[in-house]
């Protein structure tokens, strides 16, 4: 019977540049970002977004993100709106549930 290992005289164990290369996580890069998403911190009501870094530095979405979150240790958020309650749904609930209608005016 035969063994799966037959000649194998290999280990198992990483060598130290084995693996994938990076090509877009480098400290330029790392610096580029940082410096495209801090460009706009004296304007506090104005934001980058990831796609538009993507594109003037023609890194992937995803490597942006990577790079925001990982070595720059920032959040990205993204911009929604908030349901506001309109006089007359707060009257509509009030009178399908009592007690409702305090604690919206609230």
Do not use: Y
Not at 62 to 74: A, G, M
């Amino acid at each position: 019977m035969s063994t799966w290992n037959h000649g194998f005289t290999g280990t198992v164990d990483r060598r130290p540049d084995s693996g994938r290369r990076r090509s877009v996580h480098t400290a330029d890069n790392i610096d580029l970002v940082d410096e495209l998403v801090l460009r706009r911190e004296d304007k506090p009501q104005s934001h980058g977004t990831v796609g538009e870094i993507s594109r003037e530095t023609g890194i992937h979405r995803s490597s942006v993100t990577r790079i925001i979150h990982k070595d720059l240790r920032l959040e990205c958020f993204k911009k929604r709106r908030r349901l506001q309650s309109s006089p007359a749904d707060v009257a509509a609930a009030a009178s399908q549930v009592p007690g409702t209608c305090r604690r919206l005016r609230s």
